[in-house]
T-cell receptor
């Protein structure tokens, strides 16, 4: 079956612009995570969705970052008024309902803010 | 809160050398433990995992890891590395009864020279 997909694969934007990153999880996976991966910094947790529960937004670095998940499936991460320090690879992962199981990662979106 | 420490940030080996990557975590309760691998230009993918039972777990491509509860460790090993093992390796911990958000280590970059 299809894995986790993300779009776009690359995004170059100018400082101050808004960007939207999309994630399509594996069908049936109710848990969805967003991470940010910067060079040498490992994975930084951003936000977690589990079914219809309120998302855990504890990792969002500022109020310029937001995410939503429509219909328990597709998720969109929005970054408003982008800054150069937002440049990174944004990864999406999904897992089965237990939330403790293996995560399946998408290919990521490489964001470059000029 | 749980944390994960990977002691080796960069490892360079020659083919056929033995590999051990350290991973220690801090959490007093029951945990699920993972090693993920990211080959150049590819997605993060699961290498192996420990949920319960035999503390010595075997994964893909000849990798294994041993969970030592008393040392809070989950070190990754391979007796003889190959050039194709060149990748970034991440240890992750998910605490049972916790927030369902895994904590990742900062990663270890492994380069294997042919």
């Amino acid at each position: 079956g299809a894995g986790v997909s993300q779009s776009p694969s690359n995004k170059v934007t100018e400082k101050g612009k808004d960007v939207e990153l999309r994630c399509d999880p594996i069908s049936g996976h109710t848990a969805l995570y967003w991470y940010r991966q910067s060079l040498g910094q490992g994975l930084e947790f951003l936000i977690y969705f589990q079914g219809n529960s309120a998302p855990d937004k504890s990792g969002l670095p500022s109020d310029r970052f937001s995410a939503e998940r429509t219909g328990g499936s597709v998720s969109t991460l929005t970054i408003q008024r982008t800054q150069q320090e937002d440049s990174a690879v944004y990864l999406c992962a999904s897992s089965r309902p237990s939330g403790l199981d293996t995560q399946y990662f998408g290919p990521g979106t490489r964001l470059t803010v000029l | 809160a749980q944390s994960v420490s990977q002691h080796n940030h960069h490892v360079i080996l020659s083919e056929a050398a033995s590999l051990e990557l350290g991973c220690n975590y801090s959490y007093g309760g029951t945990v699920n433990l993972f090693w993920y691998v990211q080959y150049p230009g590819q997605h993060l993918q699961l290498l192996l995992k420990y949920f319960s039972g035999d503390p010595l777990v075997k994964g893909i491509k000849g990798f294994e890891a041993e969970f030592i509860k008393s040392k809070f460790s989950f070190n990754l090993r391979k007796p003889s590395v190959q050039w194709s093992d060149t990748a970034e390796y991440f240890c992750a911990v998910n605490a049972k009864g916790g927030s369902y958000i895994p904590t990742f280590g900062r990663g270890t970059s492994l380069i294997v020279h042919p």
